[in-house]
């Protein structure tokens, strides 16, 4: 089941629909009980919470993702012509602290961030 489906059936059931017939659920049924419904709402704020922690910021799109070669070329030029972590990290759509962390690995700064070059 996609979760824009679950998501449509449980709002129905919090707004006391009932998502089958789109009757309205009897007073007496559990739907309408007040502890049901606000249940019902958490779970779908949960599961906005979900989504939007799932969304990838745009300007960190390659986060986690492997770093090639030619990109690794690319960020030691870069830095080696005067750019700034900040910078770099906009370039090359990661984290500020994914370029530190390469440029410790390949020996362009030291460990804990400086941005001095070392050789």
Avoid: C
Avoid at 18 to 26: A, C, I
Avoid at 63 to 72: D, Q
């Amino acid at each position: 089941m996609e979760t824009v489906e679950a998501r449509k059936i449980i709002r129905n059931l919090a707004d006391g629909i009932d998502p089958v017939t789109g009757e309205v659920f009897p007073m007496d049924s559990p739907y309408q009980h007040p502890q049901v419904i606000r249940s019902l709402y958490a779970a779908l704020a949960t599961m906005d919470r979900q989504k939007k922690a799932r969304q990838v910021d745009p300007s960190r799109s390659k986060a986690g993702s492997p770093w090639t070669n030619e990109e690794e070329a690319q960020l030691i030029d870069a830095f080696d012509s005067g750019m700034h972590i900040d910078g770099l990290a906009k370039i090359h759509s990661r984290t500020p602290a994914a370029i530190t962390a390469r440029l410790e690995k390949l020996g362009k700064i030291e460990a804990g961030g400086s941005q001095e070059a070392t050789g």
